[in-house]
């Protein structure tokens, strides 16, 4: 008879001492659970250091750990600060020129990077080179002409923003035929294809950044970049004021509007 009551009750004492424990335990998971959740949202989300590595040109990069062309990049970058440039008139240009300029681009295959180009060539100064070059994309007569656009006494369509484009992507589009490298197409519309392919035949080297040519040339392509990081990211290159320029939508309008 006892065995028969001492079976049942050492059950029930079972229940009780795991009820308790569970009793115990089930708080404290859920004391941890909030102050998880708690934690969690007292943390905050670190910018990406900026780092020279980051940078690029129609997504070309720079060599990883070339000190000369670290340096040289650092340069050429902190003369296009606002401290240095103390103007925003890129910025206003930029905002004007690039609905025009990214559609005719994209249409011809030719990286986005590129709308810098005339922003290096005559954003920063106005006017006719030394040597004849005139317009947003900076064309020679002669080479204006070969690719569509009415130069003479009349009428110079080099200052037609659309037209010039139209005719850039197309010359552009040929020295990628040629270079089958985006900085060297760069580096090819300032200095000349002819140029280009005899130094890269004397210097037997391909790579832009590794190459030595002259003072403006060497440079052209590190100004394309800084130009692309101050619109890209202009509070952290002093630019207070400015909203960064990454894209435009192309529209109807776009494609239509035609900058004298």
């Not at 002669?142 to 110079?156: P, Q, W």
């Not at 659309?162 to 519309?189: C, G, N």
């Not at 005899?198 to 002259?214: A, P």
């Not at 509070?235 to 894209?247: D, H, P, S, T, V």
Request: charged share 25%.
């Amino acid at each position: 008879m006892l065995k028969k009551h001492l079976i049942p009750c050492t059950v029930i004492l079972g229940l009780l001492v795991m009820a308790k424990v569970f009793a115990y335990k089930l708080p404290t998971k859920v004391e941890n659970l909030k102050k998880d959740n708690y934690t969690n949202s007292e943390k905050k989300t670190e910018e990406p250091v900026f780092s020279i590595a980051q940078l690029e040109f129609a997504e070309e990069t720079l060599p990883i750990g070339d000190t000369k062309v670290t340096h040289k990049m650092k340069r050429t970058l902190a003369s296009f600060s606002y401290e240095n440039l103390q103007t925003t008139r890129l910025h206003k240009k930029a905002a004007e020129w690039f609905p025009v300029i990214e559609p005719i681009l994209a249409a011809y295959g030719i990286p986005n990077d590129f709308k810098y180009v005339p922003l290096v060539e005559s954003g920063l100064r106005a006017g006719v080179s030394p040597k004849g070059a005139a317009g947003f994309w900076q064309f020679m007569p002669g080479t204006a002409r070969m690719y569509g656009l009415k130069v003479n006494s009349k009428v110079d369509e080099r200052y037609n923003l659309k037209k010039s484009t139209i005719a850039a992507a197309k010359y552009i589009k040929e020295l990628y035929d040629v270079f089958d490298s985006w900085t060297l197409v760069a580096a090819a519309y300032n200095v000349g294809d002819n140029h280009m392919r005899r130094q890269i035949n004397r210097q037997k080297q391909d790579n832009y950044f590794k190459m030595k040519l002259n003072r403006e040339t060497g440079a052209y392509v590190y100004k394309l970049i800084s130009m692309k990081e101050i619109l890209e990211n202009p509070n952290r290159n002093g630019y207070k004021n400015q909203k960064a320029l990454i894209a435009f939508k192309q529209t109807e309008e776009t494609n239509a509007t035609t900058v004298e």
